[in-house]
């Protein structure tokens, strides 16, 4: 903070603005972009170099008590992978789970400077938090997962609507959260009381209760419509991963009915039918799911597209993680949080001549390719569920270059291939689409007005790549990283350290609501209610990005 | 005359030593070898600081070198080596002969935990006892030992041949507990007694011991034979310098199969009394 830069010469992409590739200056004050720097300001000379804002990640999983069980799981991961100190970083283990300090770290090394943990128990908050807060350098935030809360679906059943409102509200901000995150509604209801069930569709009963995952699904949306939050409902929808699954996730998305919705990884919910003599195979939906989002522009999603080689499974959804581990190999874990959540872990493999993954990997590569709208359908891989976030700049390869792409194809499972639509698409994304996809868009999305763009007043986070051909390469390794106006890497090297901010929401409740809760706690908790509320010592160093209704008040 | 080092200055904490292979070795002068990069706890340091070094490497990867004194802090010894000979007059830390492929490693004294984890060839004999995990698994891998040998004179610690999917672990004194857990495939033989749980989790592979042991609930009794291959492996190992007796060798054995909670492919045989 405090010092000035100029970054002159540098081809400018930022999609916010309307700036796509005009070499002109960025001058950085005070931490923040502004319309010119004073003379004496450090000049950084980014000619032959690209100028893209910080990128920013919408959806991965980097933080709390279930990332932490996938790190002791699998300390096989860490041992070929050290993440050495250096004389201003901290060391670290990586494989496809890093531990804190080397996630922020690697994240900054790819020009990443804010990434949103996207699955957190409401119990689990301390443990992120403090996890979040020894993650270096990025900006960063957690979803709250709240679509299988027993105590919201108690007051959803009785029709208590105002209540329901009032206690996502506060159950939002008593954790420090962003987003509620709704993970397959209704599912661990019934993983939790009957052998091995799982909701099939969006009208299953959901165990003990007079709901179903449409009503759940339709209540959360309502809700945080009405609260006015910065970033939707974020759904993990019902049969994730399963064939035929795509019917499932359109039936949701017309749930939004014209409201805001987020779908998370979506690649993992546009499988079309089993083909051909096969029970299991799946097809590709991503035309269907593409065309929906392309034509209605309440929806967004990330794409969650898999990668080939080692991952992690990490989800909120126990079934899932119970139906993968007798693919995945030789361990996993399956994890129950009270009355908020289940959890499953799976160290897993994705393998390019197996059918089912060529084609998980095809479907990720389609919807990218036929979206219209890079704003809405923005870049992920389910970090580490479709594959590391260090394959990012593979993943931009693939979409940028068309010849590297199909070579690519070849090696994989070609009947899979065969039953995708991806050898019918020959669209580049040009550099300044990666922009809006990794950057902009992700944003825009999360309702961070002052990151993702480099207009004046912005949070100076910023990334120069040196333009290379080989954009796997370019992408890789950026020759500068700044974050908030500090030069953090120059010349691909670390000269600083820094700690980034946690981002959260705090939005209004009726205080009454308090009594409503309370008496549950005493009854079905482990944990008192007044030690559950997550105080600001777990937050040294946030910001609160307001509501709508805050944010109006605010203004005189 | 090969390269000679002897313990000069004992370390006081870990040493990781992972330069002590032939190859990292070969064609270096006693002085170039002195210059060797080493971790003393956390801080690089020569490897001259702590060894006295003689004589001069063979060339090519294939040379030998010895190793004198206690070297039972010193780690990594002959980790990864591809071929050469090690022979170390004295006892030595963990990890000797991690993940090796090839080459012999003897050790005339003690061996710590972790001896020829991972390893996928090569031979290590050690003619004292050696700690736990010997032929073992690193933690977090489902597969240990995928080939080579690991000879043993005396006693070995719990979890020998953890997850083994091939070669042969011979321990000629008594083995701890959990011998063969986990194992894929391979074979195992103890001429000394097992300790509890042996073959727990395990699919295939052999477990030959020359006393009675109680063993899990989940091996079923199959029959009592003379196998073959078990002839002509005890044989074998007489001639390594096991004290392998005729009455071994030409023995009947009872075979036990498990381990029923996996494929119960594996077995473990007994020499009947």
């Known amino acids: 903070m405090g010092s000035s830069l100029r970054i002159v010469n540098g081809r400018v992409y930022d999609p916010a603005n309307g700036v796509d590739g005009e070499v002109r200056d960025v001058c950085i004050r005070d931490g923040k972009i502004a319309a010119d720097a004073p003379p004496d300001a450090k000049r950084i000379d980014a000619a032959g170099m690209v100028v893209m804002p910080g990128g920013v990640d919408i959806h991965c999983h980097i933080a709390g008590p279930k990332v932490n069980l996938a790190r002791k799981v699998q300390p096989e991961d860490h041992r070929y992978d050290v993440h050495p100190r250096t004389r201003v970083t901290r060391s670290g283990t990586g494989g496809s789970v890093p531990s804190t300090f080397a996630t922020g770290y ?66 939002i901000k008593v954790t420090k959260a962003y987003a509620p995150k709704l993970v397959n509604p209704g599912g661990d209801e019934l993983w939790k009381g009957q052998r091995n069930a799982n909701i099939t569709s969006l009208d299953d009963k959901i165990g003990p209760f007079e709901l179903t995952p449409r009503k759940v699904i339709a209540g959360f949306i309502e809700a945080a419509t009405a609260l006015g939050l910065p970033h939707p409902v974020h759904i993990h929808c019902n049969n994730l991963g399963h064939t035929g699954n795509v019917a499932t996730t359109l039936e949701t998305m017309r749930l939004a009915e014209g409201r805001r919705t987020h779908f998370a990884h979506v690649q993992f919910n546009s499988y079309g039918p089993a083909a051909g003599k096969s029970q299991t195979n799946p097809t590709s939906g991503a035309r269907e799911i593409a065309e929906f989002v392309n034509t209605h522009p309440n929806i967004s999603a990330d794409v969650g597209a898999v990668m080939f080689g080692r991952s992690t499974i990490m989800t909120g959804d126990a079934p899932l993680a119970y139906m993968l581990r007798q693919f995945g190999g030789t361990k996993w874990v399956n994890a129950d949080t009270e009355n908020e959540s289940g959890c499953g872990i799976v160290p897993f493999t994705y393998q390019d001549r197996v059918y089912t993954n060529a084609m998980q990997w095809a479907v990720g590569l389609e919807l990218f390719l036929l979206s219209q709208d890079p704003w809405r359908m923005v870049f992920s891989t389910d970090h580490p569920n479709g594959g590391s976030f260090v394959t990012y700049p593979r993943l931009i390869r693939l979409l940028m270059d068309r010849e590297f792409r199909k070579a690519r194809m070849a090696e994989v499972n070609q009947k899979a291939l065969d039953r995708s639509g991806l050898r019918d698409l020959s669209r580049e994304y040009s550099l300044n689409e990666i922009a809006i996809v990794t950057r902009a868009g992700p944003a825009r999305l999360l ?110 | 005359m090969s390269l000679a080092f002897t313990l000069r200055t004992p370390p006081t904490v870990p040493l990781e030593a992972e330069v002590l292979t032939p190859a990292r070795l070969a064609g270096l002068s006693a002085p170039e070898a002195a210059k060797l990069s080493v971790v003393h706890g956390n801080e690089r340091a020569d490897l001259g600081e702590f060894f006295q070094v003689q004589g001069t490497a063979d060339g090519g990867g294939a040379g030998e070198f010895r190793l004198t004194g206690d070297l039972s802090r010193v780690k990594h010894v002959g980790a990864g080596m591809a071929d050469g000979r090690i022979v170390i007059h004295g006892s030595v830390g963990m990890h000797l002969g991690a993940e090796m492929t090839g080459g012999e490693i003897i050790v005339e004294g003690d061996a710590a935990d972790w001896v020829g984890p991972e390893m996928t060839g090569g031979r290590i004999v050690i003619k004292g006892n050696a700690g736990h995990m010997v032929g073992a698994a690193s933690r977090g891998s489902a597969v240990g030992v995928r080939g080579g040998e690991i000879v043993v004179f005396g006693n070995t610690g719990n979890e020998a041949g953890h997850g083994m999917r091939r070669g042969l672990v011979a321990i000629g004194g008594d083995a701890g507990d959990f011998a063969g857990v986990s194992m894929l495939a391979g074979t195992i033989v103890v001429l000394g007694s097992l300790g509890w749980r042996a073959g727990a989790g395990m699919r295939r592979g052999s477990i030959v011991t020359m006393h009675p042991v109680e063993l899990l609930p989940t091996f079923s009794y199959a029959c009592t034979y003379a196998p073959l291959y078990l002839r002509l492996l005890l044989a074998r190992l007489r001639r390594l310098g096991l004290p392998v007796a005729d009455a071994q060798v030409s023995g009947r054995y009872q075979r036990w199969s498990g381990d029923a909670v996996e494929l119960n492919k594996g077995e473990v045989l007994i020499l009947e009394a």
């Open chain 1, 447 to 556: 309702g961070l007005t002052r990151k993702g763009q480099l207009g004046v007043g912005a949070d100076a986070d910023v990334t120069i790549y040196e333009e290379d051909p080989d954009k796997e390469k370019m992408f890789s390794a950026p020759r500068y990283v700044i974050k908030d106006g500090e030069l953090i890497i120059e010349d691909h090297e670390f000269r600083v350290d820094h700690e980034g901010r946690l981002l959260h929401v705090a939005p209004d409740f009726d205080p009454g609501i308090e009594q409503v809760i309370e008496p549950f706690f005493e009854d079905f908790y482990t944990i008192r209610f007044a030690n559950y509320a997550v105080d600001d010592r777990y937050a040294p160093h946030h910001e609160i990005i307001p509501t709508a209704p805050q944010a109006a008040g605010a203004r005189p």
């Open chain 1, 106 to 171: 690697r994240y900054a090394g790819l020009g990443y400077t804010t990434a949103m943990e996207a699955a957190v128990t409401p119990l689990g908050a301390r443990h992120a938090l403090e996890e979040l807060h020894d993650t270096p350098v990025i900006d960063k935030g957690f979803y709250v997962l709240v679509g299988n809360n027993v105590l919201l679906y108690r007051l959803l059943q009785e029709g208590r609507l105002e209540e329901f409102r009032n206690a996502l509200a506060w159950w």
